[in-house]
């Protein structure tokens, strides 16, 4: 896939754009930027920071699951995907809010979900953890859900431990893929993860340190262990600003919301998007 994408670029005549991805797309964006061919990357939920083989036999299980499941109700796909009910069921580990979720993309999810089935399995079959350089200069982002039932938050840890300039921002009330369950703050995501100044070194947000409630977490960065202190009761937030790192006060002015695509933000799709 790695390839194929920097094959994309080259017939694009796109030398170092800004990717961004979720989930297997996510780590596709960062392999990228280990190659040289990115220039800022933004990532959702990357695949790729499990902390044990357990987590990441667990993410496979869920995959499995989910194919046997939409190959028994593939027949009834269609009306469970006209109800909040069905969506839910469609839904039920990467998404947070499937009331959001349109009827025709949930029907149209389930179909590429199911029709690629031998692709994921042959990606996960062939699966290892993150453990590239990305150069220092090149700004990276991590944003994961703090409903993502799939990637679990505390592997954000393990990313920042492998990732050491980069920014880790929490989602609230968002699933494993956060586009329909917050559209306006994925947006705002991308768009500030593609401007390349002031973002390297940055420290774990407060708020994911908080979602995860521990006061001592266990880092894996390749094979060692690094043990981080993190903040045993972090004083909460009354309001809480619409995006980790950015400067905000009551009664201040928000900037606008532009569509992602303005911004030359080239998306790598997730492959494994249920």
Not at 31 to 46: D, H, I, M, Q, Y
Not at 136 to 157: C, F, K, N, Y
Not at 173 to 185: F, I, K
Request: glycine share 10%.
């Amino acid at each position: 896939m790695l390839s194929d994408t920097i094959d994309l670029f080259d017939r694009l005549g796109l030398d170092n754009p800004h990717v961004a991805g979720n989930s297997l797309g996510g780590r596709l964006a960062l392999e990228l930027a280990v190659a040289g061919r990115a220039a800022s990357v933004t990532a959702f939920s990357p695949a790729g920071f499990w902390r044990s083989d357990r987590e990441f036999s667990y993410a496979r299980a869920v995959n499995k699951v989910m194919q046997v499941a939409g190959q028994i109700t593939r027949p009834l796909g269609p009306f469970m995907a006209r109800s909040t009910a069905g969506r839910a069921l469609i839904y039920a580990e990467i998404v947070s809010r499937p009331s959001q979720v349109t009827p025709r993309q949930a029907s149209g999810d389930m179909e590429a979900f199911l029709n690629s089935r031998a692709a994921m399995n042959a990606i996960l079959d062939a699966a290892v953890p993150f453990a590239g350089h990305i150069p220092r200069e090149v700004p990276v982002t991590i944003a994961w859900g703090a409903r993502d039932r799939l990637l679990r938050p505390r592997q954000a840890l393990v990313a920042k431990a492998r990732l050491p300039q980069a920014r880790i921002i929490r989602l609230p009330r968002c699933g494993h893929v956060p586009m329909t369950d917050n559209p306006r703050l994925v947006a705002d995501v991308l768009l500030d993860g593609s401007r390349a100044t002031g973002r390297v070194g940055s420290p774990v947000d407060v708020g994911l340190t908080r979602a995860l409630g521990s006061r001592v977490a266990s880092l894996r960065p390749g094979a060692g262990a690094v043990r981080r202190r993190l903040p045993c009761r972090p004083r909460p937030l009354r309001h809480p600003p619409p995006l980790a790192g950015r400067t905000w006060s009551p009664g201040g002015r928000r900037g606008s919301h532009r569509r992602a695509s303005r911004a030359g933000v080239l998306p790598c799709a997730a492959a494994d998007r249920g």
